[in-house]
């Protein structure tokens, strides 16, 4: 979808309707047989993104081959390397929108926070498998470290756009992921 | 500033000049009396937030009466009782801004980077204060912890927006602050 490239590169205020058509390729006239305004435009945007996210997140899951926490650290270098491809521009793109749309629009807002919900839950449930297998520390809330590991990357994203490097989003790698909540680096 | 307001609020981008200048009741020649461009007038949006926010952190950093890491946590719950002030709305404005414009503007990406590590070499600088009273273990690099708390702080305040509660930004107090990084934790 041209139009969801164009808004996770640009943002979605910078994108302009005439834009994305321009970008597709097709007339005025179409935008409104698909979208019945830019708002739902908006909010479709958000669902094709975060099913591909979330679609992603449940690939990483199911492997089999790797340990909780290889899982988990796996789907972060995916999108690391989606980042990298990107000369580190782009970022996340519900992130992106939260910062930019969640403020101005309450539908935005509600839907930006079911679909961090549903990110987040995929992340505590590795930590929970984490915490069985004994790569967690189970004395920690897993909702909790969910949260914080969500905030983290999301913020090292941040850092990443300004300072177009991937510093801070390897330094949640090796800081966070690989230090703080395995249990190793409590030995 | 109104204008820095209203940008805060809403996002650079869905800003516009005729608003701002609504919003202060000046003719638009005033605008360009001040401004060159509406560049000028984001760079030095960025000027006005990152002084206000250096110069409340240089105002905690001194604070005698508190321990090194009491400092930076009040600085960091003085941030939040502002976000609650704006009904958790608002955020970070340089944060905002970076999210929306590091990646359509280089002069604002360099800027905005520039800020990052101005402001990470306060909260570096006060966990290495931390380090040698003994409240943050000296094993850890204080750079590296500087923008770990960095990226969370950042990545809490977009969860706060989209949530329209404090919660993850109280996850980051608990469980980073008050826990990983602090000394006592690991007892």
Redesign the interface.
């Known amino acids: 979808m041209e139009g969801a490239r164009l808004v996770h ?6 994108t302009g309707i005439k834009e994305i058509l321009d970008a597709v390729g097709v007339p005025k006239g179409s935008f409104y047989f698909y979208f019945k305004s830019k708002q739902d435009f908006g909010l479709q945007l958000i669902d094709h993104y975060s099913r591909n996210i979330l679609r992603k997140l449940d690939a990483f899951t199911v492997r089999s081959d790797l340990s909780p926490m290889q899982r988990l650290t796996a789907f972060f270098d995916w999108f690391l390397s989606m980042n990298e491809k990107n000369q580190y ?3 996340c793109p519900i ?2 929108l ?3 749309l ?3 629009d309450e539908v935005f ?1 509600k839907r ?2 079911q679909v ?1 919900e549903e990110m987040k839950d995929r992340i505590s449930g590795l930590i929970v498998e984490a915490q069985s297998t004994g790569e967690v520390e189970t004395s ?1 809330d897993p909702h ?2 969910g ?2 590991v ?10 990443m ?4 490097d991937p ?2 989003l390897l ?2 790698r ?3 992921l690989k230090g ?1 909540i395995s249990r190793q680096s ?1 030995t």
């Open positions: 590169l640009k943002g979605y205020g910078a521009r782009g970022g992130g992106n939260s910062q930019e969640a403020d101005i807002q930006l926070h961090f920690l909790a470290l949260d914080l969500f905030s983290t990357f999301q913020g090292a994203l941040i850092q756009k300004a300072s177009a510093s801070s330094n949640f090796h800081l966070l703080f409590k």
